[in-house]
């Protein structure tokens, strides 16, 4: 079966200091690769994403993210993090589905960036 | 740019009755919309995707005929909960997508949810 691993519930990290989100993939073929953030009682909003090309993307907020293929992983990172920063992330899969496409999400985990 | 309004943000409801959640897609059309339900301390469960004009693709085990997605235009999808009860209380996220060509690539821009309360 088709899976995303957001292996950490909760990721403490103190404001200044870099901070990693991890995310692996179990998936067929190519997939396309997402990072998404939820504040509190909001929707979600895009951070970034993998489709093809350079391993490293870079996104909003100052994120990015390594896609790495022998590992399947997708690890969110930040090099300083700022107590903002704190909200529920999650990883998502783009993969191939009967008739289309299929979106499957991580579990989330959540960060706490303290001053 | 890319905003998805999503209205109401909160509703509460008697058990029995429907309610019609919309979802928006400000400045850009949306070829692809999709509702989310999310559990409390869960992930997202992807409802079903429903392009404009045509039927939406309800995700395995959600019921067709409680949860009612209609997407007539490429701005506008609702989301009907048919006779709700409190089992149906959850947080739902209505999320648009511009799909350019044969390109399915495109993020997924979100409204900012709506939280259904059924008493």
């Known amino acids: 079966a088709q899976s995303v691993a957001q292996p950490e519930d909760q990721v403490n990290v103190a404001e200044g200091n870099p901070l990693t989100v991890k995310c692996t993939y179990s998936?067929?073929?190519?997939?396309?690769l997402f990072w998404y953030v939820q504040y509190p009682n909001r929707g979600l909003q895009f951070l970034l994403k993998?489709?093809?090309?350079?391993?490293l993307v870079k996104g909003s907020y100052g994120f990015e993210a390594e896609f790495n293929k022998s590992q399947t992983s997708f690890h969110l990172k930040k090099p300083s993090a700022l107590v903002s920063d704190s909200a529920l992330y999650f990883c998502a899969v783009r993969v191939p589905n009967t008739g289309g496409f299929k979106t499957i999400f991580g579990a989330g985990t959540r960060l706490f960036v303290k001053a | 740019g890319a905003v998805v309004s999503q209205h109401p943000s909160w509703v509460i409801c008697k058990s029995g009755t429907s309610v019609k959640i919309e979802c928006r897609s400000l400045?850009?059309?949306?070829?692809?919309m999709f509702w989310y339900r999310q559990f409390p301390k869960q992930s997202l469960m992807l409802m079903a995707t429903s392009n404009e004009g045509s039927k939406a693709t309800y995700e395995q085990g959600v019921e067709k005929d409680k949860f009612l997605i209609n997407h007539a235009s490429l701005t506008l999808s609702t989301l009907t909960v048919t006779s709700a009860h409190p089992e149906d209380s959850s947080f739902y996220i209505c999320s648009a997508r511009v799909d350019r060509g044969r390109s399915s690539n495109q993020p997924q821009h979100f409204g900012d949810g709506t939280r259904l309360s059924i008493l």
């Open positions: 993998y489709i093809t090309g350079d391993n």
């Open positions: 400045d850009f059309q949306a070829t692809t």
């Open positions: 998936v067929s073929g190519n997939p396309y």
